[in-house]
Structure formats: C-alpha cells, structure tokens
C-alpha cells in the first residue's frame, strides 16, 4: 500500500503536469486503485530483462523484474501519473512516459508499460551512427509511432509517414528510424537511413539534447486521416526516455 507522504507526492505532481484531456477526476475517484503491470526488453536483440530494478518516480517504491522481465502487478491511485525508470548493469538508465492512471489500470498488452532498454554500447553507438552529440545537461527521448493495435510483441509495430512534433516546440530535428526490408532484421529498426522527414513501418523517432523543464513535454504525431493519442513524459537533466509499445502515439480506432 501507498504511504499517507505518497499521495501528497503524487497530488502536487499531478498539479503540475494536469492537462484537459487527462485531468477532471473526483478526489474518490483519485483514491481508488488499479492495477499496473509491464515488462522489459533490450533494444534491437530483444532479450528478456531479469532482475532488473523498477522505481517509481513519484513515490520511490522499487520492485525486481522476474526471469522473464515482467513487473508487477503493483496497485497504484486512479487518475494519478506514475513515470517508472528502469537500472540494470550494463544497460542505459532508461525511463518511462508518465501516464494517468485509468480506472482500468495499466495491465494486458495494450495498456501496460514497457521498456525497450539499450545497452551501454548500443545507446552511444546509435547516437553516433545518427549523428547526434551528446550533451548530459538535457534529456534525450524516443519512441515508436504505434500503429492500430499494435504491440511490442509485433514486429514492426509502427505506423509509416507520420510525422511527429514536440509541445512546446523545440528546435531539434527529430529522427526517423528506418526499417530493414530484407534478410535475417527484415522488419527491426534501421538506423543508418538518412533524410527521413516521417516515420517508416518501424515508427521510430529520437529527439536528442531536449531542454529540462518541469512540467512535461507533450510528443504528439499527425498524419492525414488518422487520429493519434499523444504521450507525456518528463525530461530531467541527464535522462533518457524510452516511450515503446503501446505507451507511444497509437492510432486511434475510427
């Protein structure tokens, strides 16, 4: 159960980054719990993600992945945001979107949370290969554009010529991922393609050395015919945030 200092931690934050579309629930409703599940993965290979450590920012608890890479479930308040990180040894500190908790909770495939982890070597070689520096004093974000139910079981999940903006606006050009066609990574990421101004089948996208703020960015993506959700998430200085399946922009049914 969640300490009594919990919640106050939890109210104030949901003060700062409440939105329209996210926010309007009843203190009852807020105090109900659901449940909040996940997993994690490393980037590219896939591999499951055993004992890993899983925090939750706004209130500090900790919990261990199992031998599969799986969390939870852990109850949590309805109508609250919870942002989790993920630490394991050799991998790159990588944390979560921040989500309102529905009153359905956050479990089953297409509503849990996720983590595609990149190792140490994999993070700094890939913002090389896109020609990105750097800079510790900012945060770094990607994600996958999801297409219609879509998961991270799903090889590719994303959503082809979307194209993705950040609110408020930053002056850095986000990257598009491409996607490999052929041979034994048909449908993996592709990060060596150049001069992608929308997403590919593989959906992903990276903007690197984003200015701190205390309240949360909102990545939001567009495409003609097509209705997205929109995904928040924290940027502190020094982090990286991974939004995968199915927390990203997700096309919406209809």
């Not at 800079?135 to 998961?151: F, G, L, M, P």
Request: with cysteine.
């Amino acid at each position: 159960m969640l300490r009594r200092k919990s919640f106050k931690q939890l109210s104030l934050i949901t003060a700062i980054i409440c939105l329209p579309t996210l926010c309007g629930l009843s203190t009852a409703a807020a105090t109900r719990t659901a449940p909040v599940t996940g997993f994690a993965r490393s980037f590219l290979i896939g591999l499951d993600l055993a004992n890993a450590k899983v925090t939750v920012l706004e209130t500090g608890h900790k919990f261990r992945t199992d031998k599969r890479g799986h969390f939870g479930p852990f109850q949590y308040p309805v109508g609250q945001p919870v942002t989790l990180l993920f630490e394991k040894w050799g991998y790159k500190t990588t944390q979560s979107s921040t989500i309102m908790v529905p009153r359905g909770g956050l479990a089953g495939n297409y509503d849990n949370i996720t983590f595609q982890a990149p190792s140490l070597e994999t993070f700094y070689f890939l913002s090389n290969i896109v020609g990105a520096t750097i800079d510790d004093n900012s945060c770094h974000v990607t994600s996958t554009i999801t297409a219609y139910h879509k998961t991270l079981h799903d090889v590719p999940q994303g959503e082809e010529n979307a194209v993705v903006t950040l609110t408020p606006a930053v002056n850095e050009v986000p990257f598009y991922f491409g996607i490999y066609e052929s041979g034994p990574l048909k449908g993996k990421t592709n990060p060596f393609t150049r001069g992608l101004t929308k997403t590919s089948e593989d959906g992903g996208v990276a903007f690197f050395n984003l200015p701190p703020r205390e309240q949360p960015y909102v990545m939001s993506a567009t495409k003609n015919g097509v209705k997205f959700s929109e995904a928040l998430f924290i940027c502190k200085k020094g982090s990286f945030i991974n939004i995968s399946p199915p927390r990203g922009p997700m096309v919406l049914k209809g």
